[in-house]
């Protein structure tokens, strides 16, 4: 094929995809740029009607600010100095005039004076009866003014006294005084006018627009207009309410100019560019050419007349890329050559290929590195240089049997084959064989892999299934596999068998306070003294947590148990190092005993475990044997949690609310919120039976969080609608000893809007004599959110009068157990007056609780407590029956006695 030819192609392929490519790109372009130009000119149209809008909402605005002025009175009209008005007009600099008229259209008073003539010519337009008419603001039509000769339009103001039209605000707007905004298209040709066709700015103010700018319903004439030859574009913009109308327009040839401007540059680029890529192109077929003629020259050299044949005798191909194909075979080789070497040396298994006389030819860096030595140092070496002496005189049987019979063949798992390092170390392997049959002869391919990291972490896997891996004793599994064995062997032999669970009270305080380092190492101490303890016969194991467990065979009898059990107890609670300190914890120990207490392995560690739970819920370090009651305490126990669970999430907690009263008026002054549980199925739960499980699970602060957030929601309601209420929401002794308590009230509070002064917190005297000190900073922080703080049950703790003394608490709650006594036990009355007396010297008030008879109220009265809540007023109730209580008090009628 001649160059010509090529060249030809070469130009109708990438010349005409070029074009056409320009051709595209340039129309696209010109569409933007048309698209862009209309909307610059309907965003500069909106530019000038805001603005317009803007001066306009101005005006109405000083002409309602008059309308709502309180003019005085005399002789039933209206005095309004017109220095007043002038003072108004001297702010609206488009304004020519603001007058006052009365509900007849006369006017009033002007801040320019208004000649008689004049306003009887201004009573004759016909706009006077439409302003006359008017119940609403509105812009009147332009006219000539009868005062000032102006083109204006005026802004109506109707003004309204005790649902009566009076009058009207008037202001005079000067056309020719309103103003434009700057436009940063120059060429640009603004207009506003009314929807009929009026001029409303410039010289023509007060004229017909011309035809070409009529506003139009039409959409094709409202997009363009011809004006003397010159094609327009053109938008509208309607003022929002108004009868006006900003019209806009811009030379479709300025479009064009600024579309040549910005296209003529890359055009030109692309027109180079093109010619450019030509003469590259007609450079590139003939150096192609040239490279075509010296690959015959090379094939007839090498005597190949085949090849040369083949290539002079196939002209119509194309061949430029027969050069390009040959460098791409070459580099393509190559990268087969890199890649192949790379997986080679970067395997970590060992490759080794061998001949026939088991000699090594090749080995990859792994290969040679698992058996200690340099690549250049095994080659030519015999095989059986990387095996023991023990293994090599069998391996050479081995591989002349293998040569006479090549196959795929797996070595090293039954049994296991050791390889040897250069150190004389042996160490586990496998090996995968592959025979390689090539023209100059028969090879082995071997994959070696070394099992030494394989085996051992088999064994550390094994160990870790076993055993506990920060102490080293034996973990459930195994422990449960040695009951097994021994539960066998105490049934053969008809001896008893003992399963002591052993629990650490208070670890979890120590891992808090001393760290996690430091609760591992005492872990890590109790292991070591409870095996010491235990013997090397018995087995020890690390249930988890802080959880042990110990085997021990009764043999001995009662005694020898009662010896191990008083072991295990001094290996705990003998004082061991923590933090820099010695310090003591107690065990909580539960034993389960074969054949008492069960005959399988899993049954005897249940067991255990429920007297363990049994031991856990006493006090200090507590030792239990099972038995049937324990199992179904903690069965009732464990349900009791799971209701607990499900009555959150269902629901099922509420409060009822009991009221308190003044005694003497029967008026409800406040609430009690009692914390009720009504379940599905096992009806109402006393407050005393669910809130120590509930402490004892750790949901005690969320499940209070929940009821807080509820009742400051219904507090905040009932003293936005009734006033100021005190209600009482109760506090445990848990919860009032967390340090987030203060905080969260706050955040309630603030998130309810129940106001702090409404809240009244109540502390029993026991919870806050369990920390007394932590408990009156406690108290002041709550004070100063400016919460009521009252000691519930006052009478029946061990409180001292100084620490009674220091604590800022408002109120004192009597126990129902001395009201109860009041009418027949003067020892109550001496106490109740006692406590009545001393909240009076501490500036505290007294509130009797349970209240049940007219007598316990009258001595109550009598004592000097003003306060009472209880069953002769009203029993704790629902909310909306407390709500239905308070409406009754509102409407008069108070609580019943």
Known sequence: MKLSRYLSLYLLVITLPLCLSLGWLFSVYVTDRMNRAQTDLAAMAGLVRVDLERQLQVGFAAAQSLASRRWPMRGGMAVCPDEALREQLLSLPAFSNVSLLDADGRVLCSARSVTPQAESAFRRLAFFESLRASRRAWLGPPLVSPATRDNVSYLVMPVWREGRKVGSVLLAMRLNALSLPALPERNVQIKVATRSGIELLGESAGRPLPAHWRVTPDEESSAFMQVEGRRYWRVEAPLAGKDWVVLAALPEEEVWRQIVRVFALPATVIVFGLLFSLSAGGYFVIVMDRAWKHLQRLAARLGNERTGAAVAGDPPRPVWGMPGEFGRMERLLDNVERHFQSVFNASTDGFVLCDAAMRICSVNESGA???????????????????????????????????????????????????????????????????????????????????????????????????????????????????????????????????????????????????????????????????????????????????????????????????????????????????????????????????????????????????????????????????????????????????????????????????????????????????????????????????????????????????????????????????????????????????????????????????????????????????????ALTMEALCRLGVTLAIDDFGTGYSSLSYLQSFPASRLKIDRSFVARLGHDPSARNIVSAIVSLAGNLGMAVIAEGVETELQRDRLIMLGCSLGQGYLWSPAVTAERFEAQLRQQEAGDLVSS
């Not at 891992?511 to 235990?534: K, P």
């Not at 005690?700 to 005190?726: C, H, I, N, T, Y």
Request: some cysteine; aromatic content about 6%.
């Open 369 to 775: 590195a698992m058996f200690g030595y340099r690549v250049d140092e095994l080659l030519g070496q015999p095989v059986n240089q990387l095996l023991p002496e023990s293994q090599r005189e069998a391996h050479n049987h081995l591989a002349r049997h293998y040569m006479a019979d090549p196959r795929p063949r797996q070595m090293g798992l039954r049994p296991t084959l050791f390889g040897q390092h250069r150190d004389g170390r042996r160490f586990p392997v496998r090996v995968s064989l592959q025979p390689i049959t090539t023209g100059e002869g028969s090879f082995v391919s071997a994959t070696v892999v070394d099992l030494s990291q394989r085996l051992e972490l088999e064994r550390r896997i094994q160990y870790l299934s076993h055993y506990d891996m920060l102490t080293g004793l034996a973990n459930r599994g195994l422990l449960t596999d040695r009951l097994v064995q021994s539960l066998a062997r105490a049934q053969s032999l008809g001896r008893p068998l003992a399963v002591i669970r052993v629990y650490l009270n208070r670890f979890k305080a120590i891992n808090d306070t001393y760290g996690h380092q430091e609760g591992d190492a005492l872990l890590v101490e109790v292991a070591r003294r409870l095996s010491d303890a235990a013997g090397p016969v018995r087995s020890v194991a690390r249930l988890g947590g802080a959880e042990f467990a110990v085997l021990a065979d009764a043999d001995g009898g009662d005694r020898a148990l009662a010896g191990l059990i008083d072991a295990v107890r001094r290996a705990v609670e003998d004082p061991m190092p923590a933090g820099g300190r010695r310090i003591a914890l107690t065990a909580a120990i539960g034993i389960a005993c074969y054949p008492a207490d069960g005959s399988g392995a899993e049954e005897l560690l249940k067991q255990a475990g429920f007297a363990l739970q049994e031991a856990r819920s006493a006090s200090g370090g507590a030792l239990r044997f099972y038995s049937r009651e324990q199992e179904v305490a903690v069965r009732a126990r464990l349900d009791m949690e799971s209701a607990i669970r499900e009555g959150m999430l269902a629901g099922q907690f509420a409060f009822q609310y009991q009221p308190v009263v003044d005694m003497e008026s029967g008026r409800i002054v406040g609430a009690e919120a009692l914390l009720r549980w009504v379940h599905p199925e096992r009806g109402r739960i006393s407050p005393a039976e669910m809130l120590p499980v509930a402490e004892a699970m750790g949901i005690l602060p969320e499940l209070e969080w929940q009821m807080r957030e509820r009742f400051f929601r219904e507090a905040a309601g009932w003293v936005k609608r009734f006033g100021l209420l005190s209600l009482a929401f109760n506090v445990s002794a848990g919860e009032f000893s967390r340090p987030e308590l203060v905080e969260e009230i706050r955040g309630q509070l603030a998130e309810s809007g129940l106001p702090p002064a409404a809240l009244v917190l109540e502390i029993t005297e026991s919870a806050l004599m369990l920390h007394p000190e932590d408990a």
